[in-house]
T-cell receptor
Framework: DAGVIQSPRHEVTEMGQEVTLRCKPISGHNSLFWYRQTMMRGLELLIYFNNNVPIDDSGMPEDRFSAKMPNASFSTLKIQPSEPRDSAVYFC????????????FGQGTRLTVV | DAKTTQPPSMDCAEGRAANLPCNHSTISGNEYVYWYRQIHSQGPQYIIHGLKNNETNEMASLIITEDRKSSTLILPHATLRDTAVYYCIVRDRTTSGTYKYIFGTGTRLKVLA
């Protein structure tokens, strides 16, 4: 398996534009996590899904952020409208929910909003 | 919030064992301890995890105290490529019965030549 795949790797956009980040989890995993990393706040869990259903979105900063998981092999994180303070690295991770399992991370999308 | 506390930074000489401590005094009986590391801005990399017994794999060893309130990650022969931020995590079991991973601030390990 190629691991968790995120696209794009880098995104530069202007303030006010819509941004969509994409994630393909590892095949067979039933949980998917979106994280945001900044120097100030570290790695924050934004939202996670189990069996394609959002379980906890308490980390989503504002209504400008939304996430979907239409099927087991694809998820999106959308920011509309984007603001400079959204500049960060966004990571997606997937796992199989179980006692002795672990989460695997993608390489991240570096978002810059100018 | 993260359930763990770690020293912010540590140095280790190349070839020596790196021992990274972690406190998790509020851990519950069925919560696992996980360790990840992050090199530069790459995605966090899984290292090892355990419940109560000590664990070893090709990357590291995990020593968990008998009361489970603290643990130590051991890199037996640190190399320059082990320079990274190491995160200790107590995996949260939520009310829905699912698990999530909350990261703290980690320990920045610098391996010195």
């Amino acid at each position: 398996d190629a691991g968790v795949i995120q696209s794009p790797r880098h995104e530069v956009t202007e303030m006010g534009q819509e941004v969509t980040l994409r994630c393909k989890p590892i095949s067979g995993h039933n949980s998917l996590f979106w994280y945001r990393q900044t120097m100030m706040r570290g790695l924050e869990l934004l939202i996670y899904f189990n069996n394609n259903v959002p379980i906890d979105d308490s980390g989503m900063p504002e209504d400008r952020f939304s996430a979907k998981m239409p099927n087991a092999s694809f998820s999106t994180l959308k920011i509309q409208p984007s603001e400079p303070r959204d500049s960060a690295v966004y990571f997606c991770a997937s796992s199989f929910q179980g006692d002795y399992t672990e989460a695997f991370f993608g390489q991240g999308t570096r978002l810059t909003v100018v | 919030d993260a359930k763990t506390t770690q020293p912010p930074s540590m140095d280790c000489a190349e070839g020596r064992a790196a021992n990274l401590p972690c406190n998790h005094s509020t851990i519950s009986g069925n919560e696992y301890v996980y360790w990840y590391r992050q090199i530069h801005s790459q995605g966090p990399q899984y290292i090892i995890h355990g419940l109560k017994n000590n664990e070893t794999n090709e990357m590291a060893s995990l020593i968990i105290t008998e009361d489970r309130k603290s643990s130590t990650l051991i890199l037996p022969h640190a190399t320059l490529r082990d320079t990274a931020v190491y995160y200790c995590i107590v995996r949260d079991r939520t009310t829905s019965g699912t698990y999530k991973y909350i990261f703290g601030t980690g320990t920045r390990l610098k391996v010195l030549a």
